[in-house]
């Protein structure tokens, strides 16, 4: 079982940055990132297979967000830039086993506590 847990959300202003880190410890294939924002599902903002080989992006965060991993630091990172108010959501990280192509996250069995994200207009 991987152990994951997220850091650097906090509340920001429409048009800024933030960068989510995710410590994990034991061994995962593919990681992402989720969110969920009030009153709507859990869905798919990122996912990466290791070694940056493949990485998949939400339509709603594509040239905005880039998802990086630093496997000598056992950390995942989430870079957030242009961020917008629609992005107010819990942000999770997740990890498989397994090689996974699809932003379901069914398919993602670890996954951590959540760090809060708020943009402001």
């Known amino acids: 079982q991987v152990q994951l847990v997220e850091s650097g959300g906090g509340s920001v202003q429409a048009g800024g940055s933030l960068r989510l880190s995710c410590a994990f410890s034991g061994y995962s294939y593919s990681m992402g990132w989720f969110r969920r924002a009030p009153g709507k599902e859990r869905e798919g903002v990122a996912v990466?297979?290791?070694?940056?080989?493949?990485?998949y992006y939400a339509d709603s965060v594509k040239g905005r967000f880039t998802i990086s991993r630093d496997n000598a630091r056992n950390t995942l990172y989430l870079q957030m830039n242009s961020l917008k108010p629609e992005d107010t959501a819990m942000y999770y990280c997740a990890a498989s086993a397994n090689r996974i192509t699809t932003m379901d996250p069914t398919y993602f069995g670890d996954w951590g506590q959540g760090t809060q994200v708020t943009v402001s207009s």
């Open positions: 990466m297979t290791p070694f940056g080989g493949r990485t």
